[in-house]
Structure formats: C-alpha cells, structure tokens
C-alpha cells in the first residue's frame, strides 16, 4: 500500500491468525503454498510468524497429515522454518519449533529431515559452527524438542552426531551464559525417557565430570553439571549402560565437591545432595551407593541430622528418604543385605554421636521443627517404617506417633497428606510385625489404625456455642 496505515498490519495479521487456526480456514491454506513461502521470508516479523503459525494449522488441523507433510516438504518450507527459528523475534521463534515439530511428527516429515544417507540434511552443525550464540542455543532447543518426540526421532538425532553440539558448547569457555543456557536445555533434554540410552553413548558424562572438578568453573554452572549427572543417572537402565568405573569416577567427584564446599557455597552443597539423591531413587542405585560409596552416604546421613544449616539439612533429609525408597511406589523398597546393613549402621552412627544417642531422639528432634522439615520427616519416616530396626525405633518413642497420628498438627493439604501416608506406612509394618503381640504395640496398632481409618483431612471439632439460663440482672 502507498500509504502506511497505523496498525493496520497487526490488525490484518490478527484476523487471519484467527481464521486459519480453525479447520476450515487451515484447510485453504495448502492452494496458497507459495504465498506461505513469501510469507515465511518477509521482513516483517508478525508476517513470518503467522506464516510458521500456518504451517503449524495445516498439519495439526488436516485429516491426511502425511499428504500435508509431503506438500509443505515438496515446497521446501523446511530450510524456510530453520531460518525464521535462528532469525526472528520469540514469537517467530515459538512458532517455527511449532511448525517443525509437526512436521516430525509425520514419517514423511522423519523421511525428510533425516534422510538415509545424509548425515544432517538441515545442515544444522554447519549453522552451528558460523552462527550467534543464540542461533546456537535455538538449535539445541530444537535438537531437544524433536529428541523428546519419540525414541525412533532420538535414535536419528544420536545418528546424525546431532548431539555432538551440546558437547562442543559445553566445552566452550568463552561465554559463561552460553554455557549455562546450554546446560540448561540437556538437563530438559535428560528428562527424556529415553535419554540415558543416547546421552550416555556420547562422551557428555566425562565433559560433565570435568566441569564438576574443576576450581575454575563458575559455581553455577558445576551445580547444574551435578544435577544433570543425577537425572542422567536416575534409572536402573542407565547405570547398566555404562562401565562401572565411570559412574564411580562422577560419583567421587561429586562427593569431593561436596567435601570441598561444604562451608561455602550453600546452592551448590545442595544441588550436589539433590544429585546424590537422583542416584538413589532406584534401587540399583541406592544399593550402588550404600556398598560401594558409603561414605558419600554418611555425609548425606551427617548433613540430614546435623545443625549445618536449614537448606543442606532439608536437601539431605530428602535426599536419604530417596535412598531408603521413598520413590520406589513400585519396587521393594529394601534393597540387598550388605546395603541395609550400611544404612542401619549410618544412621546409628550418626545417631550415637549426636546428643539425642538414638535414631528415634534424631526422627523426633526433625518432627518437632517446622512445617517443611516435617514434611521431609514424614517422607523418610515412610520409607524407612519398611525396617524392622526402624519401627522398634519409633515404637520407643510415644512422642513420634502421637505427632504422626495427629491430624490436627499440619495446615496444609501437602503436609497432611504425608503425616497420613507416614502413619499408614507404620501401621502396615507394625501390623505385618512379630511385634504385634506385645499389648502396648497392640494397643499402639489400634491407636494407628483409627488415624489411618479418620484420613488426611480430619479437622479440629468445632465447638458449638451453648445457651446459658441465668438471672437478669435488676437496677
């Protein structure tokens, strides 16, 4: 137009936005494909982004998505979508991963993107290597994104070396955002159930490892080294994929960091316990760790009961309940011999050299603190009721079960919820015990059964206001 109207190509870009999300008007869209290829190169940013936007409708909204995805292939839209995800604004951005995505979704999409034979048809490492920082970011975003589709999607990533460019950033030592922003996106990218199978066939751990044991390397960035080794590391399969010596080596290196910054840095003591914790949520790795790191263990075990500090002891607290099995719903939660042998022998340890001389004094002296250090109690608590030297432990003390069967002692729906599956936990136990035949663990038993029967939820009674007769008062 020769005269420029305020607002008038927002108001038009807006109109259409809303017609072509609908089924009919994304059904139109595929007769006017070259003008979705003019739309996609224009210069102004709200065009390209309502035509990502379009490519997104057609596939999403068509009945035939394999034809769809043949004809947007057809006209070369792909290369176009590259360019508006590493060039435009953050909408522009949101809206060519959309469109990128569903493409992916479609075996002619796969076919197109990852063709046999072409090792990286969208030339994505070579971008890589000639682009800005965050053209770089965007690309391991979209790397991440098309990974979590599908563990066919990921296999062709790990085969197109794709995942060779989370190694290259991370190694880089230029720009400390760069870095974090990478780490960031594959610790997403590890949540992927898939993940452990590809990531640890790439030399990713070992890069992780040295940036953990480096002095050099901002706090930050070791702390979300740590947490990405955990998640790495959090499932029986992944601990099986790899050499033994590895895991052990990140392990250690993980405890040395704990050791040297234990006074320091509280985030990174922290993010070290979470990781410990990761670990520790399967079986296999909580039985890894009680016999093979033990000593890693007896510093969770000293931070969960010590007085060093509000955050390490919560974060150690939790750490131990995801060890002793509170995230084991489906599994046992006792592990082999010589590892309960270990964790009874920690916890006694840490006990006996505390005042309170007894695991039931420690279980008592964190149930007597605020409301989230209960709540990560109740979680040990639960886990730990599995262990005959446990229950013995909390039957000594009336103390700990009356704050247990006290419904009226927390406020929140989170906190009464774990006070009553503690109380369940031990009512289970103590039931399934030899235990129950003594008359105060039978009475006990029947106390506990009542608070497991009345829920959650009990409330205090409400007293209800009482008439009183009495003489009126005379002049």
């Known amino acids: 137009m020769e005269v420029d109207v305020p607002k008038l190509e927002d108001t038009t870009v807006a109109c259409l936005n809303r017609i072509l999300r609908t089924g009919y008007g994304s059904s139109l869209l595929l007769q006017y494909i070259v003008f979705l290829q003019a739309g996609l190169q224009a210069s102004s940013e709200s065009i390209r982004c309502l035509a990502c936007k379009s490519v997104y409708y057609i596939l999403e909204n068509n009945e035939d998505k394999e034809a769809a995805a043949k004809i947007i292939i057809e006209h070369d839209i792909c290369p176009l979508l590259?360019?508006?995800?590493?060039?435009?604004?953050?909408?522009?951005?949101?809206a060519s991963m959309s469109a990128i995505q569903s493409i992916a979704k479609s075996a002619e999409g796969i076919n197109a993107i990852f063709p046999s034979g072409s090792e990286d048809p969208l030339?994505?490492?070579?971008?890589?290597?000639?682009?800005?920082?965050?053209?770089?970011?965007?690309?391991?975003?979209?790397?991440?994104?098309?990974?979590?589709?599908?563990?066919?999607v990921a296999s062709l990533i790990y085969a197109s070396n794709l995942l060779k460019l989370f190694e290259v950033e991370i190694n880089g030592r230029s720009d400390m955002l760069?870095?974090?922003?990478?780490?960031?996106?594959?610790?997403?990218?590890?949540?992927?159930?898939?993940?452990?199978?590809?990531?640890?066939?790439?030399?990713l751990l070992q890069l992780l490892t040295v940036m953990i044991s480096n002095d050099t390397v901002d706090s930050i960035l070791r702390s979300r080294a740590m947490l990405i080794s955990g998640r790495l590391l959090s499932t029986p399969a992944a601990l099986k994929a790899i050499d033994l010596s590895r895991i052990n080596a990140l392990l250690l290196t993980i405890d040395g960091r704990l050791n040297l910054v234990e006074s320091q840095s509280l985030d990174e003591v922290e993010n070290a316990v979470e990781a410990v914790g990761r670990v520790g949520s399967s079986a296999d790795g909580a039985a890894l760790l009680l016999t093979s790191l033990s000593v890693m263990v007896k510093h969770v075990v000293e931070l969960s009961f010590g007085r060093q500090g509000r955050g390490k002891q919560l974060a150690a607290l939790h750490t131990l309940g995801s060890i002793a099995g509170a995230d084991r719903s489906n599994e046992s939660v006792l592990l082999n011999e010589s590892a309960e042998e270990c964790l009874q022998r920690l916890i006694y340890e840490a006990a006996v050299s505390s005042p309170k001389l007894t695991p039931s004094g420690l279980f008592l002296s964190i149930l007597q603190q605020e409301p989230e250090m209960r709540l990560a109690a109740y979680r040990l608590i639960t886990a730990l009721a599995a262990r005959k030297w446990c229950l013995m432990e909390l039957c000594s003390k009336l103390e700990i079960t009356s704050i247990v069967?006290?419904?009226?002692?927390?406020?929140?729906?989170?906190?009464?919820?774990?006070?009553?599956?503690?109380?369940?936990?031990?009512?289970?136990?103590?039931?399934?015990?030899?235990?129950?035949?003594?008359?105060?663990?039978?009475?006990?038993?029947?106390?506990?059964?009542?608070?497991?029967?009345r829920g959650p939820y009990q409330v205090k009674k409400r007293i209800e206001a009482q008439p009183i007769v009495i003489t009126a008062d005379r002049f």
Do not use: W
């Not at 590259?82 to 522009?92: Q, R």
């Not at 070579?126 to 979590?148: M, P, T, V, W, Y």
């Open 82 to 94: 590259i360019h508006c995800l590493l060039d435009g604004d953050e909408g522009t951005f949101s």
């Open 123 to 152: 030339e994505l490492k070579n971008i890589a290597g000639h682009c800005s920082s965050l053209a770089r970011i965007r690309i391991l975003a979209l790397i991440k994104e098309l990974f979590s589709l599908s563990e066919n």
């Open 178 to 203: 760069t870095i974090l922003s990478a780490l960031e996106i594959l610790y997403e990218l590890a949540e992927s159930p898939h993940s452990a199978k590809f990531l640890l066939k790439t030399s």
């Open 405 to 453: 069967m006290d419904a009226n002692i927390e406020d929140t729906k989170m906190g009464m919820e774990a006070r009553h599956r503690c109380c369940v936990a031990i009512y289970h136990s103590l039931s399934a015990s030899n235990m129950i035949t003594d008359a105060k663990v039978a009475n006990l038993a029947e106390q506990l059964q009542e608070a497991v029967k």
